[in-house]
């Protein structure tokens, strides 16, 4: 068997990437098409893969870089989907690398604070770590105090996904899966997820979650990336101009926990309905402000409950002119301002990340849902699929 069978669709799109780079790329010893030096960096469109160290348990780990028809790159790994990097350009066309991460697999397996991963089974926090589902009581992994966050111990984004590479006529994509065995951090139900991310030649992330299970359960996926516009490492954050299109938010007590209400943005730190520099009122004396340590907060999308995508959000940065848009079908957005980063990642380039050098933007539905039920429903029972579909959309101004 050729390299290239060898890895069915992988092996056929690093062909078609290496085909339409009028070059030949290598095999390695394990069989994978590799890049090699001549092909790097130099625009062709498609997917290629090498090998990225292998996990605790010596399972071997991949790295996937798709390379959209502008030439930008995304790299991706199937150790918790991790998106390692993502280069996007500025208003002159000078590519940065906008998400922060680290250069090798060892410093995901450390102490990342889900740098790029994909979160679940349930994006942020359950409260005391338990939930009551049709009158069963589910005592789940408690990781945040005596609270469940993102999926437990051992969440989505510590596990390795089975990996396909595909090109599509939007872009390069790579489909992602995990089965979740029934139990797993405590959670009931076998759940088959699948994430597609297809890196867009427009430079959009497109994002589709879904997902099935064989018990009634609840399941709450969600994108954990740090976003920098300047540039992974390139200073804080506190400069760039978010407009969030929500009306309301809902406040947490001293341990993030949502306490139920959901309260109006108005005449509050969290009025992003403007443009305001996330720098702005982040030192506000201001109850929400002092639980969250900054921005951590879930916001109540204006178009919560409507079909289809809506824009949940625009960010720039004013020097390099970058924008991000996130369009999405959730309800709700986490904003995560980077309060706990605080020196001890030194992250790609050897750049170390301070508090506030990268913001979250996390799709999802709304923290502590299993035990709010006025809140939208993240249920989900056997026969029926999760479909959630998140864009991240750049340009430049
Ligand atoms: C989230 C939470 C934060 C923090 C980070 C990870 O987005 O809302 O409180 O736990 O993840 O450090």
Not at 28 to 44: F, H, M, Q, R, W
Not at 95 to 103: N, T
Not at 345 to 367: A, M, S
Request: with cysteine; aromatic share 10%.
């Amino acid at each position: 068997m050729n390299c290239w069978a060898s890895r069915g669709v992988v092996g056929f799109v690093s062909l078609v990437l290496v085909l339409s780079a009028g070059l030949l790329a290598s095999c390695d010893k394990g069989g994978l098409p590799t890049e090699t030096a001549s092909n790097k960096g130099i625009g062709a469109t498609g997917v290629s893969s090498r090998p990225f160290g292998a996990a605790a348990d010596g399972k071997k780990v991949e790295l996937f870089t798709l390379t959209n028809a502008r030439g930008h790159a995304m790299r991706v790994t199937n150790y918790g989907g991790i998106i390692t990097g993502l280069d996007v350009p500025d208003r002159d066309g000078k590519v940065a690398d906008v998400v922060l991460g680290f250069d090798t697999l060892d410093g995901y397996l450390g102490k990342s604070p889900y740098f790029g991963a994909i979160v679940g089974r349930y994006g942020n926090r359950i409260a005391g770590g338990k939930f009551t589902l049709d009158g069963n009581v589910y005592m789940l992994a408690q990781n945040n105090g005596p609270n469940c966050l993102h999926g437990g111990l051992k969440g989505f984004d510590k596990v390795i996904w089975q990996a396909e590479a595909r090109q599509t006529p939007q872009g390069p994509a790579l489909h992602l899966s995990y089965v979740s065995a029934d139990g797993e951090e405590g959670f009931p139900g076998e759940l088959t997820a699948r994430v597609v991310y297809t890196w867009t030649n427009r430079d959009e992330l497109r994002v589709e979650y879904s997902a099935t299970t064989t018990k009634p359960t609840v399941v709450n996926l969600t994108q954990h990336s740090y976003f920098n516009l300047a540039g992974a490492g390139n200073g804080d954050i506190l400069g760039h101009k978010l407009q969030i299109f929500a009306d309301g938010f809902t406040p947490i007590d001293p341990v993030f926990i949502p306490t139920g209400e959901i309260r109006g943005v108005a005449g509050t730190p969290m009025d992003f309905r403007r443009p305001h520099a996330i720098g702005e009122r982040i030192g506000a004396a201001d109850e929400q402000i002092r639980n969250g340590l900054g921005y951590d907060h879930n916001f109540v999308l204006r178009t919560a409950g409507s079909a289809g995508l809506s824009r949940a959000v625009r960010v720039a940065e004013p020097k390099s002119g970058r924008v991000m848009e996130i369009w999405t079908t959730e309800p709700g957005i986490q904003f995560y301002s980077g309060n706990f980063l605080d020196s001890t990642n030194v992250g790609k380039g050897h750049k170390v990340y301070h508090k506030n050098y990268g913001f979250c933007l996390e799709t999802q539905h709304y923290p502590d849902s299993p035990n709010r039920p006025a809140f939208p429903s993240c249920v989900l029972r056997p026969g029926q699929t999760l479909r959630s579909v998140t864009e991240f959309r750049f340009s430049a101004e």
